[in-house]
């Protein structure tokens, strides 16, 4: 059963950069052709995506966001990872990683676009 | 402001049918047929319910149900039951590696 686990400082001060690891643990990220994204929910509010990620560091990030927005992949870990830069107060949201499941046919693989397997979330608060 | 618009909140009694609607454009919801539906208890991480307009996940109750009409993607819960009470949140594919989602429906089980 695939399993993802995010970690990382739950407070950031303004002006900062936010850093989270997600460590998957039940299948391997370069063993297989799905993307590995970051989600986010402000108190709340309703979600927000923020970035997909390839094993290969192919990235695609949610417009709004690909300004101040860094993901990376150590698939010797297992491990994506996010940063957020120059933080403020309205970043401040429980971040979710998750999988992207792609569907693959005659030796190509196509995103689906949908998230199957979350992990429980960590919330990060921005301080002033 | 979320790209797709649903409804704050819906309700039902236990046993009867709630639709929930999630509203786009010509660009995302309209356009692609890769509409999900995601479920989020308190406290919880979301749990995909429904993808690509209409697919079930394995383990979803077949009591739910998603459809399209034009720019408009629906979630129907039939036969409610009080564990069905949850968040939800509709999201779309908006094209040039986009995904976009809704602001949620809070549904209430009577």
Known sequence: Q???????PGLVKASETLSLTCTVSGGSIAGSSDYWGWIRQPPGKGLE????????????????????????????????????????????AVY????????????????????????????????? | QSALTQPPSASG????????????TSADVGRF???SWFQQHPGK????????????????????????SGNTASLTVSGLQAEDEADYYCSSYAGSNNLVFGGGTKLTVL
């Open chain 1, 49 to 92: 995506w923020i970035g997909n990620i390839y094993y290969t560091g192919n990235t695609y990030y949610n417009p709004s966001l690909k300004s101040r927005v860094t993901m990376s992949v150590d698939t010797s870990k297992n491990q994506f990872s996010l940063k957020v830069h120059t933080v403020t107060a309205a970043d401040t």
């Open chain 2, 45 to 68: 991480a979301p749990k995909l319910m429904i993808y690509e307009v209409t697919k079930r996940p394995s383990g979803v109750p077949d009591r739910f149900s998603g459809s399209r």
């Open chain 2, 33 to 35: 047929n890769y509409v």
């Open chain 1, 96 to 128: 979710y990683c998750a999988r992207e499941p792609t569907y693959c046919s005659g030796g190509s693989c196509y995103n689906q676009y949908y998230f199957d397997y979350w992990g429980q979330g960590t919330l990060v608060t921005v301080s002033s």
């Open chain 2, 13 to 24: 009694s236990p046993g009867q049918s709630v639709t929930i609607s999630c509203s786009g």
């Open chain 1, 2 to 8: 695939l399993q993802l686990q995010e970690s990382g």
